[in-house]
């Protein structure tokens, strides 16, 4: 699969997709394209049944906890899979991973083999709600958006919410991580933070606002289209005018066809809504934040896109992807996701 790594040091950047210069064109290009049912939007009430949390493991020990908000309204549930086996005298490295209900789905006992097999593995950390949801839609909108916005709904028209990503943040930092540190030694300089979509959102901010909590930001399909592209505005703007040199690693992946419309329902008003909320950040505002801040002192970027795939099947991609990138396993970013039904395996 086509990718490019954006660096900035002295000698002249590497590119290694030719097409990306004409990324806009190129996905309404596949309009045309046909869908694999894989491509279709999933079922919002799904539950995400047994997992590999709930099942022995000869590579990993799962727990879980819970963290309550200080108003008592919210409570998110978090697994953390240590690697069996002493830890390394600086701890393990964490993988942190946001809508952990849907993450433990697209984890089985041979992928988590292999990441137990590389020389230093991940510990890792599911973050996720305290029901057995797949996705929890108004949940996530609430905490992975960094300034209230609007939000199609199944029925047609908006619902006005977010902005709470701030308040997870401070979750994160003040209540999980330190009970993740209690139940599994760690290393702090090396942390990786992934989300998808809404959550690949949260991950820029957190890059943005709390440079050093993490030290890889993997943003996949980042829903920069959020608050009319507020994101691409001054909070990028300010990052780049005060980020001093600070390093970090930066991966951000697009399915090719996200911005296509063929496969979707032109006459349901949920999908007018939410083309409308989306013109807000072009179909190349992806691969074009990845080039700006390839010019951040600091920075190691990495952007890919994915051919063919929608917004759905790169959940697993851009999960996949960022496991390869930062664990070193196999990519397994073109296999079936288990939330469809298939053994990845197969």
Known sequence: MPYMMLRRPSAPRPLRLATLAAAAGLLFALQAMPQTASAQQRDPTRSIGETVASQPSAHYAFNRFEVHSADGQRTWRVHVAAPKGAAPEGGWPAFWMLDGNAALIE???????????????????FVGYANDLRIDSEARTRDYTPFAGERPVRSGGTITGGGGADALLEVIERQIRPEVERRVATDPTQQTLWGHSLAGLFALHALYTRTGAFDTYAAGSPSLWWGD??????PEQRFVDNNAGRPARVLIGLGEGERQVAHRDLDDPRVQVHLRRIAAAPPDSAEKLARRLSDVDGLQVTYREFPALTHGPMFRASLMWALHAVAGIADHSDTPSRADGVDPNR
């Open 107 to 125: 984890f089985d006992e041979a992928l988590l083999a292999e990441l137990a097999a590389q020389p230093v593995p991940q510990a890792l950390v």
């Open 229 to 234: 592209g507020a994101l691409l505005g001054e």
